[in-house]
């Protein structure tokens, strides 16, 4: 089965530094995606980044970039240049190719300070 | 394209009653799931369709939890007789097959979800 684990469940960081999220994952599969969404208060849960298990570059989406160590099964999120907005729930899933059931951690909620 | 949307938004009933959720999913996606999240946890999965066919059922969908998605489009989560335990936040999602759209594969589009309380 899969399980996804997030150990941190606060983070906080200052406005415009880095902060890193993360994520640990364990799967018998070697067909698979890792995701992190972003759930802020009372809105719905966006996807930020995607990464497929096969590919061995990390993903980046403009501030946002991952630290795939699939030997590890870690998937930590780097949040570069931190913005108010970015203050939110933020939830690390698991996709086995063949099923369509996402697996989620228990989110690390990141709050960005003035 | 409106995004999903989720109706009611807040349900408050009391034990022992039965509560009707609906999703209307991006229109065209043709798959479409229900999560469950309770409070400090992340989304569990319940159920999907693939247009009104349910493909997969978790076990934490009891016999009390049903869900239809007549025409392919819309769907319903019918819980009955609500236990306290039932209380929680519903999240509805969809995404298309098609690879054309944004929708690639593993991307999920969410709704604001239903939040039912359980008094």
């Known amino acids: 089965a899969q399980t996804v684990t997030q150990s941190q469940p606060e983070m906080s960081v200052q406005e415009a530094e880095t902060v890193t999220l993360s994520c640990t994952y364990d799967t018998s599969e070697s067909d698979y995606y890792l995701f992190w969404y972003k759930q802020p208060p009372s809105r719905q849960m966006i996807l930020v980044i995607r990464?497929?298990?096969?590919?061995?570059q990390n993903a980046t989406e403009n501030r946002f970039s991952v630290n795939f160590q699939k030997a590890a099964k870690s998937f930590s999120l780097k949040i570069s240049d931190s913005q108010l907005g970015d203050a939110a729930m933020y939830f690390c899933?698991?996709?086995?190719?063949?099923?369509?059931?996402?697996?989620f951690g228990k989110g690390t909620k990141l709050t960005v300070n003035p | 394209d409106t995004g999903v949307s989720q109706d009611p938004r807040h349900k408050i009933t009391k034990r022992g009653q039965n509560v009707t959720f609906r999703c209307d999913p991006i229109?065209?996606?043709?798959?479409l799931y229900w999560y469950r999240q309770t409070l400090g946890q992340g989304p569990e999965f319940l159920t999907y369709f693939q247009n009104e066919a349910q493909l997969e059922k978790s076990r934490l969908l009891s016999d009390r939890f049903s869900a239809e998605r007549p025409k392919g489009s819309f769907s319903t989560l019918e819980i009955q007789r609500t236990e306290q335990g039932d209380s929680a936040m519903y999240l509805c999602?969809?995404?298309?097959?098609?690879?054309?759209?944004?929708?690639?594969?593993?991307?999920?589009?969410f709704g604001e979800g239903s939040r039912l309380t359980v008094l």
């Open positions: 990464q497929e298990a096969y590919k061995q």
């Open positions: 999602a969809s995404r298309s097959l098609d690879f054309g759209l944004a929708g690639n594969d593993g991307e999920l589009f």
């Open positions: 229109s065209e996606h043709n798959r």
């Open positions: 899933a698991s996709h086995q190719g063949g099923s369509e059931k996402l697996v």
